[in-house]
């Protein structure tokens, strides 16, 4: 049993030693990590994914198309909502994309 055990650590070890030399799977790891930092960069920045860009009060609106005047009043029911939870501490700056 304990020699069934250690060959198949042995065999594990040369496994996992020709699986991270492979460039198949360097690369495929690279690719996930790079996907994984460009979807958290987008999150932070949307300003790179939007052209029109507002602020009103404590929100700021990133938009694909032009943003119209009629958006002031969504905000602003949007910003009553808000007060009507009855939190009590002021509104932090909302970003809205």
Sequence with gaps: ??????????????????????????????????????????????QALFAHETGYKNFQVYSREPLTTDLHEVLDKAEAKLAALGTGAKLARQRLG
Excluded: D
């Excluded at 040369?14 to 460039?23: D, L, P």
């Design 1 to 46: 049993m304990k020699k069934a055990f250690s060959s198949a650590r042995v065999a594990y070890r040369r496994y996992r030693a020709a699986k991270t030399n492979s460039r198949a799977y360097r690369v495929v790891r690279y690719m996930l990590f790079a996907g994984v930092v460009t979807y958290v960069l987008l999150l932070s920045f949307p």
